[in-house]
C-alpha cells in the first residue's frame, strides 16, 4: 500500500471506531485482571486479549509514523499515545513491576480518539494559566488563614492547629465542606468567636475562589461549545443546501415530462396526424371585380 493510502485509512472515521473499541475493551480486561476469581478462571484469556490489544496498539503507531512521517510528532496526542503504548512495552520485571499497574493508562487513549473527549481536554489545557493564577490566590490565602489559625487555636486543639502544616491540612478539609461544623463547635467552647473566623474563611475560599475555577473553566469550554454549535449549523445548512437541489432536480425533471407530455398531446390532436387525410389548403380571396372561377374564360 501507498502512504496516501495508509493515511487514509489511519484516519478513517472507521478505523478509529475500530481502535476506540480495541481500547475499550482492553480497559475491561484490564479492570477484570484485578479480580482473583476471574483471574483464576479466565487469566489465560484476559492476557491474550492484553497481548492483543497492545499488538494492535503498535501497529497503528506503526501505520501512522508511516503514513505521517515527521509530522506524526508535532500533533501533541500523537506523542501521548506513544508515550502510553511504549510504558506498555517495558518489561515489567524485578525493579520495574511497577510498571505493569501503569498499562490501565492505555484507556486514557479514548480521549485522543473520541473528538468531543480531544476538544474538552484541549480546552481545559488552554484555561491552565488562569486556573494557576487562582491556585496561587488560593494557596495565599490558605497559608494566612493557617498561620492565624495556629495563633489563635494551637493552645486549645494542638492536634489540628498544633503548627502551621496541621492548621494548613485542617483549613483544606473546611474549605471542602468536610465536617467543618465538627472542628469549628469544639473551638467555640473556649472560644465564642471562633465561629467568626470560619465564616469569613469559607466564604472566601469557597463560594469564591472555588466558584472561580468553575468559571474560568466555564470561560474556556465555551468556544468549544460554540465550535460544536456553528458545526451542527453549517451541517444543517448542507443538509437544507442538498435537499433544495433535489427539489430543483426534480422540479427540472416535472418540467421535462411535461415538456414531452405536451409534445405528445399536440401530435395526437393534429387531423393530419389523426386520421391521415390531408386537408386542402383554402384558396385564396379573388379581388374585387377580378375573375373568379365560375366567370367563363376569356377567348
Known amino acids: 500500500m501507498t502512504r496516501d493510502r495508509i493515511r487514509a485509512l489511519v484516519d478513517a472515521r472507521a478505523f478509529q471506531r ?4 480495541v481500547i475499550v475493551v482492553n480497559a475491561v480486561t484490564l479492570g477484570c485482571e484485578t479480580s482473583p476469581r ?25 501505520l501512522r509514523l508511516y503514513a505521517h512521517r515527521l509530522r506524526f510528532f508535532r500533533d501533541p496526542w500523537n506523542c501521548f499515545d506513544l508515550a502510553i503504548v511504549g510504558v506498555a512495552l517495558v518489561p515489567a520485571s524485578g525493579s520495574l513491576a511497577i510498571l505493569r499497574s501503569l498499562r490501565v493508562l492505555r484507556a486514557l487513549r479514548l480521549i ?30 490558605l497559608y494566612v488563614a493557617a498561620v492565624m489559625a495556629t495563633r489563635l487555636f494551637a493552645s486549645t486543639d494542638d492536634e489540628q492547629f498544633g503548627d502551621l502544616g496541621a492548621s ?44 472561580l475555577f468553575i468559571a474560568i473553566t466555564v470561560s474556556a469550554m465555551e468556544p ?27 422540479l427540472r425533471s416535472l418540467r421535462g415530462e411535461l415538456a414531452a407530455l405536451r409534445k405528445t398531446v399536440t ?13 386542402p389548403a383554402p384558396r385564396p380571396a379573388a379581388p374585387e371585380g377580378g375573375p373568379t372561377d365560375d366567370s367563363p374564360a376569356p377567348r
Not at 475500530?18 to 473499541?21: D, H, P, Q, S
Not at 483464576?40 to 484476559?46: A, F, I, V
Not at 465536617?179 to 470560619?198: C, E, I, K, N, Y
Open 38 to 62: 476471574l483471574l483464576d478462571r479466565y487469566g489465560d484469556l484476559l492476557h491474550l486479549v492484553d497481548r492483543v490489544a497492545l499488538a494492535v496498539f503498535v501497529v497503528e503507531l506503526g
Open 224 to 250: 468549544e461549545v460554540l465550535g460544536d454549535i456553528q458545526e451542527g449549523l453549517d451541517q444543517l445548512d448542507r443538509r437544507e443546501q442538498s435537499a433544495d437541489a433535489l427539489v430543483i432536480e426534480e
Open 112 to 141: 485522543s480518539v473520541v473528538p468531543s473527549m480531544r476538544r474538552v481536554v484541549t480546552a481545559l489545557l488552554t484555561a491552565i494559566p488562569g486556573l494557576m493564577s487562582i491556585t496561587a490566590l488560593l494557596g495565599l490565602i
Open 267 to 279: 401530435d395526437l390532436a393534429s387531423p393530419a396526424q389523426g386520421n391521415g387525410a390531408l386537408i
Open 18 to 21: 475500530f481502535i476506540a473499541a
Open 168 to 211: 494548613a491540612f485542617t483549613l483544606f478539609q473546611i474549605m471542602t465542606g468536610d465536617g467543618w461544623s465538627d472542628v469549628a463547635r469544639p473551638l467555640m467552647d473556649a472560644h465564642p468567636w471562633a465561629w467568626a473566623f470560619f465564616l469569613v474563611y469559607i466564604l472566601i475560599s469557597t463560594f469564591v475562589i472555588l466558584n
